[in-house]
C-alpha cells in the first residue's frame, strides 16, 4: 500500500467581521423538553470558541429574528430541511459572515429522556418517521429516568463541589429520594407512621424482617451487599431508592451514626439518596417528579408499542397497591405474589412463630386458622383491583427460620443472661433457641424450604390455596371475573408436584362448591431449578404453566449464592470482564438461557399450550426481555416501576427481529 | 376367558415309613465357605417338617454315607448332574422310601459373600461356567461385605435379645467397629494415640477439624446427618465404619453422656458400631476380618474383572497410606487429592489462619512460604507410592472461613466475656470474631470457594502448584515416574481458567526449569457446576481434563444442600417415593446424568482426547459406574475401599452390554 495523507482546503469563514456577522450552536427541537421550536444561542461579532467557552454571555437563538431576520428565516428553512433530511433532531453550528449563513456542522442531537420522548412521538404524528420508528427511538432507560423523581444534575454537581457528597456505593434502585436517617426498621417504621417523617434507612444490610422499615422509608442505604441484595431486590420490587454496599461508610450501630471518609452522621439527619447514580449527599436537595398519567407523550409511545411486542407484560405485586400501580403502568397480569411477605406484618408474625413452633398438628391447625383470614383478605384486593386479569400466586417459599430471630443473636443474648445470672424470661429464650438451632441450615437457598417444605408440612399450603380460593370466589361472587393462578415453588422433579398439586386441586375444587361458583384457574410451578429445567418435559405434564424464576435459576446454574457472590467476588469478575456481565442483572444466555430454551421446547412439547412466563429480576432487563422474545416466552414479569419499560423493550424486541432500526 | 383350576395330583412318598426311610436338605456346596462338597443333613424315619423344625437332632449330610452308602452314591451323583444342569450350586431336599431315594426339590442356593466368591471362581476353574459369567454371578455389595470387619449375624441377634441394642442410625460407612466413646476430636485421638485405646468417636455431627480425631478412631457415631453428610463422607473415604443420624440418641456435651431410650453412656463407655447395619451395641462384640491379599478367590475374579472392563478405576486419597492401600487394591491412578485437609492438621492449622487472618501480601506470602515444605512433603509421598500412574490434585476448595472457629461459638464466647468483664484476651478474641463475621457467609457452599477464591487471592494455588511440582520433580529425579495433573475446582465459566489455568502453568515451566527435569503434566477442571457442563465445550478450549464432581453437581442440579436435605426432607422423598434412589447415593441419571452426557459429549468434541473421569462419591457406587460406561467416561475415582467394587461393577458394566449374564 502507498497511501498518503489527504489534505482539504476549505476557505474559513469569519463571524467577526463586525456587527453584522456572528456564531451560534442551534438545537432543531429543545433537547431538554423537546419542545418543537429551535433552541441554542448565538453571539454577534465573535467566533464559535466565544460561544462555546463563556467567556461573553450569549444570545437566545430567538433574539437572530430581531437582529437579522433574513439570516433567521433562512436559518429556520436550513434546519428544518435537515431534520426533514436526518429524520431527526439536529444540532448544528453556524458562521454569519456579513449578512451571510454559513452552515458548519450538523449531527443527530443529544437530548434528555423526556424530549427523546416527546421529539419521538412528535415526530411519527408529523410523518417524519413511522411509529415503529419512534418506538425504537427511545431507549428503555430513558423511560426508566420519567417514573422515578429526581435530583437536578446542576443542582448535584455544585453540592459535589461544596463538599456535600457523604457516600458512593452501587445504585440499585433508581429515584431520589430525601429524608431523616435512622438505623433499624421498627425506628425507621415508627418516625414514618408516628411522627410522619420522610424516613432514609440505613443499615449494614437488610433481612425479611426489615421490609416493614423499608416499605416505610422512602430511600435505603446500606454499607453491604450489591445489585441483587436482599435490600436493592425489595427496593426495586417496591420503587424505593437505593444505594447499597457503600462500602466506604461504617455505621456503628451501637452508637448509632455512620461515618464516611471521616465525617459522620448521627441518627435524624438529613440525607439526600441517589438511587440512580449511587451518590449520597448530606442535607436536603430538591427532587422532581414526573407523574405518569400526565406524560401523555410517554402513555402514546407505550400504545404504539404495546401494537408491535408479541410478549405480554405482568407484574410482580404483593399488595392490592402494587397491583393497582401494576395495571396503571400496563401490566396484563400479576406474575408473581409472594405470599411471605404478607406473614412478616407485625399482627402476624406472632401467629406465625407460634404455627412454626407447634409441637402437635393441631396446634399449628389453630394458628393457621388464624391466619386465613388475613391471607383471604391480601388476596381479595389482589383479585378486585386485578379484575380481567390472571395473578398468579405463589405458595410460601422461603425456609421457616426466616420467620424466627437470627441464631447469632439469640445465642449471644443467651450467653450473655447466663453469664449475668440473669433468669427472668430465660427459660423462654431458651426455647427458642433450641428451636431455631434446630432449624438452622448450613446452605439456606437450598434446603427446606418451597415445596419440600409443603410436601413435609402440607398444613400451610393447604391453608394458603384455601384462602386463594375463597378470595377469588369472593370477588366473583361481586361480579369480579378471578383468574387465580397457583405457582408451586422450588420443584426438581415431577414426583413433588405429582405428591402435592392434586391435593391442593381438591381444595380449590371444594372451595369452589361450597361457595356454588367456578372460575378458571390454573396450577403451576416455577422453574428455578437447573433439574426442573433438564426435566421439563416429565414436570409438563403436572404442571399447567412455567416461570422461570431466574434469580434462583442463575444461582444455581453457576453455583452462586447471590448475596456471598455479590459481596465478594462477581462485582471482580464483572469489572475484569471473567463475566461480560452481572448474571443476576441480565440473563446469562450461555448458560441459564440454555436452560430456559430447553425447558421451553420440551415443555411445550409435552403441553403446547404450556403458559411460559418469567418472575426474575430479569423480567425487567431490556436485554433478557429481548431474549425472552426469542425464547418463546408468553409474558415477562417485572416489578411494577420497570412495566413501562418491559412494554418498550418486548416492543422493540419484535421490532428487530423485523430488521426495524430507530 | 373360561380358566379353571389346574390340580396336580402326584404320590407321596414317605421318609417316616422306618428306619430304611430318611428326609433331608443339602447344598450342593458350602453355602457359607463355598468348599466343593455336599452340606446339610437329615434325619432317618422323618418327615421334611422334622428336619426344619429343629424338633430332632439332625444328622450331617455326610453320614449318610455310613447310613445308606448306595443311596448316598445315588445322591451325590443327582447333586452332581443338578449342579452341572443349572451350572449354579444347588439347594435341593429329599425323602428316602425304603431305601428308595426321590428328589423333591432343587433350586439355586442362597450363599454367603464369600462363598458366592469362591464358587464363581471354582466353577470357572472346573469349566462349568466362563470367566465372564463368574464375574456377572458376583455381586459389588458381597465385594464390599469382604473387605470390612464384621459382627456375627447370630452373636447380633443374641445382643438384641439381651436389650443390648443402644441405637440405630444410617449405615453410612460398613464396617464393624468396637471401642471406648469419646465425645470430641482432641479427646478421640489423645485416647487413640497416647493411650493405645480403640475409639468410638461420638458427636452431635463432625466438621472438617474433627477430622483428626475420626483419622484417630475405629467408629463413628452421630446423632445428626444422612448418608453424604461430613462425617459419611470422610469415614466412607477412610473406611472408618460409621453410623450416622441416629436420631433417637441425645448427646449432652456439657456432661458428656449420650442417651437413648432411657440409657445413657458415659465417656469411656465399651460400644459396638455396626456401620453396615446402622446398629449401635453396648459393650464389645467380637469381629472378623478377612485380609484382602489373604482372599485369593477375590483377587482371581477381580484379576478376571479388569480383562473385561473399559472403565479404569482409580481412587480418592489424599494421604501416602491411603494411596498404598488403593494401589494394593488395584486403583489405575489417584482421582482427587484434597489438599485442604492438610491445612487442618495440628501444626498447620495455626499457620494457615495467620495466612487468612494477613492484613498484608507479605504477611501472607510469609506463611505461605512456611506452609510450603509440608505440602511439598506431602505430594513427594503421594507421587512416590504411584510411581508410573497419574495423581489428580485438586487446588484449594473450601472457603476460608472453614479454618477459622465457627461464629456462633465465637460471638457466645465473647458475649460472656464481656458480660462477666473478664478483660484478658478480649481484645484477640473480638478481631478473630470480626474476620470471622466478615468472611461469614450465608450460604458458603455456593460463596467464595474454589476458583474463586483463587482468582481473588492467587498466592495460595500459586504455592500449591509449586509444592506439587517441586514434589514430583524430587520424585522424578530418584528415577520415579511421576504424571501429576492439577485440578481446577467450581469453574463456571472459561474465563476463569482462562484467568488462572496459564498463571499456574508458568509456575509448572518455572519449576521443571529450576530442577532441570521434564515430565508429563496436565491442567484440568472439575465439572461440578451445571453451568461448566452446559458450556463443557468451551471449557474444553482450556481445560485438559475433565472430572465430574458429582457430589456438588447433584447438590446444584438439584438445589439440594446436601447436609440440610438429608437432615430435613431428602430420606422423606425417598422413603416415599417422590425420588426412586438418594441422588448422593446413586447418579440421578435424568438430571444430574443428562448433564455429564452433555459435558462429555460436548467437551470431546472441542477437545477429542479429553480425559473424563468422575471424583464424586457416585464413582464407588456400581449403578453410577455402569452409567458412566455408557457416558464414555475413561475412569471412576473412588474411596481405596471401594477400588475393588468398582473394578467388580465397570466389569459388569461392559459385560452386560454385550448380553452377557450371570
Redesign the interface.
Known amino acids: 500500500h502507498d497511501l498518503g495523507t489527504a489534505v482539504n482546503i476549505v476557505t474559513m469563514v469569519f463571524g467577526n467581521m463586525g456587527w453584522d456577522s456572528g456564531t451560534g450552536v442551534a438545537f432543531t427541537r429543545n433537547p431538554s423538553t423537546g419542545e418543537k421550536a429551535l433552541y441554542g444561542d448565538y453571539l454577534l461579532n465573535a467566533q464559535g470558541e466565544d460561544v462555546v467557552a463563556g467567556i461573553r454571555n450569549t444570545k437566545p437563538i430567538k433574539e437572530l429574528a430581531h437582529d437579522m431576520p433574513e439570516v433567521w428565516e433562512e436559518f429556520v428553512a436550513i434546519a428544518d430541511k435537515l431534520e426533514r433530511h436526518y429524520r431527526d433532531m439536529q444540532d448544528v453550528e453556524f458562521t454569519i459572515e456579513r449578512r451571510k449563513l454559513w452552515m458548519l456542522q450538523t449531527r443527530t442531537g443529544k437530548r434528555t429522556a423526556r424530549a427523546a420522548i416527546k421529539i419521538a412521538v412528535d415526530m411519527a404524528n408529523e410523518g417524519l418517521i413511522s411509529k415503529e420508528e419512534a418506538v425504537m427511538r427511545v431507549t428503555p432507560e430513558q423511560v426508566d429516568t420519567l417514573l422515578h423523581p429526581q435530583f437536578d444534575e446542576e443542582i448535584k454537581k455544585q453540592a459535589v463541589a461544596e463538599g456535600k457528597l457523604f457516600a458512593k456505593g452501587v445504585n440499585a434502585s433508581p429515584g431520589a429520594a430525601v429524608g431523616q436517617v435512622y438505623f433499624d426498621a421498627d425506628t425507621a417504621e415508627r418516625m414514618a407512621k408516628e411522627e410522619g417523617q420522610d424516613v432514609i434507612m440505613v443499615r449494614p444490610f437488610t433481612r425479611p424482617d426489615d421490609v416493614h422499615g423499608m416499605l416505610a422509608a422512602k430511600g435505603i442505604l446500606t454499607s453491604e451487599g450489591g445489585a441483587t441484595s436482599h435490600a436493592a431486590v425489595v427496593a426495586r420490587q417496591f420503587g424505593i431508592p437505593a444505594v447499597v454496599g457503600a462500602s466506604d461508610m461504617v455505621i456503628d450501630l451501637e452508637n448509632r451514626t455512620a461515618t464516611a471518609h471521616g465525617l459522620t452522621i448521627h441518627e435524624g439527619d438529613w440525607l439526600s439518596v441517589d438511587g440512580g447514580s449511587g451518590e449520597v449527599f448530606f442535607g436536603q436537595m430538591p427532587t422532581t417528579f414526573p407523574k405518569f398519567e400526565e406524560q401523555t407523550d410517554l402513555i402514546t409511545l407505550l400504545s404504539w408499542a404495546d401494537e408491535f411486542r408479541r410478549l405480554e407484560v405482568w407484574a410482580n405485586a404483593d399488595y392490592p397497591a402494587d397491583a393497582k400501580r401494576a395495571r396503571d403502568f400496563g401490566a396484563q397480569g400479576i406474575g408473581l405474589t409472594r405470599t411471605e411477605h404478607m406473614f412478616f406484618e407485625e399482627e402476624r408474625l406472632p401467629i406465625v412463630q407460634r404455627m412454626i413452633l407447634a409441637e402437635t398438628s393441631e396446634e399449628r391447625t389453630a394458628a393457621l386458622n388464624e391466619l386465613l383470614p388475613f391471607q383471604r383478605g391480601d388476596f381479595e384486593g389482589l383479585f378486585e383491583v386485578m379484575d380481567g386479569l390472571p395473578v398468579i400466586i405463589r405458595l410460601i417459599d422461603p425456609p421457616l427460620h426466616e420467620f424466627l430471630p437470627d441464631?447469632?443473636e439469640l445465642?449471644?443474648?443467651?450467653?450473655?443472661m447466663?453469664?449475668?445470672d440473669e433468669t427472668e424470661g430465660l427459660a423462654e429464650k431458651v426455647e427458642l433457641l433450641q428451636a431455631v438451632e434446630s432449624l438452622h441450615?448450613?446452605?439456606?437457598?437450598?434446603?427446606?424450604r418451597g415445596v419440600?417444605?409443603s410436601?413435609?408440612m402440607p398444613e400451610i399450603v393447604e391453608m394458603q390455596v384455601r384462602a386463594i380460593f375463597e378470595a377469588a370466589a369472593n370477588q366473583a361472587l361481586k361480579g369480579a371475573t378471578v383468574k387465580p393462578e397457583v405457582m408451586i415453588p422450588?420443584v426438581?422433579?415431577v414426583?413433588?408436584l405429582k405428591?402435592i398439586q392434586p391435593r391442593l386441586q381438591r381444595i380449590a375444587k371444594e372451595v369452589m362448591e361450597e361457595k356454588g361458583i367456578e372460575f378458571e384457574y390454573k396450577f403451576g410451578t416455577m422453574i428455578?431449578?437447573?433439574?426442573a429445567a433438564?426435566?421439563a418435559a416429565?414436570i409438563a405434564e403436572v404442571a399447567e404453566f412455567f416461570s422461570f424464576g431466574t434469580n434462583?435459576l442463575t444461582?444455581?446454574?453457576?453455583?452462586?449464592?447471590r448475596?456471598?457472590?455479590e459481596a465478594?467476588?462477581l462485582l471482580?469478575?464483572v469489572e475484569?470482564?471473567?463475566?461480560p456481565k452481572n448474571p443476576f442483572q441480565t440473563i446469562?444466555v450461555?448458560?441459564?438461557g440454555?436452560?430456559m430454551k430447553m425447558a421451553i421446547d420440551e415443555g411445550r412439547a409435552t403441553r403446547p399450550d404450556l403458559e411460559v412466563g418469567i418472575c426474575g429480576e430479569h423480567g425487567g432487563d431490556p436485554e433478557s426481555i429481548e431474549f425472552c422474545h426469542h425464547a418463546g416466552n408468553n409474558y415477562v414479569s417485572c416489578s411494577p416501576f420497570r412495566v413501562p419499560i418491559a412494554r418498550l423493550a418486548a416492543a422493540q424486541a419484535a421490532l428487530k427481529e423485523k430488521g426495524i432500526k430507530g
Open positions: 441464631l447469632v445465642a449471644t443474648e443467651v450467653a450473655e447466663r453469664a449475668r441450615e448450613s446452605n439456606p437457598m437450598m434446603g427446606m419440600r417444605l410436601i413435609v422450588l426438581s422433579h414426583n413433588e405428591v428455578e431449578i437447573p433439574r433438564l426435566t416429565e434462583d444461582q444455581m446454574t453457576f453455583g452462586y449464592s448475596d456471598d457472590a465478594r467476588f471482580t469478575y475484569t470482564g471473567i463475566l446469562d450461555d448458560g441459564v440454555r436452560l
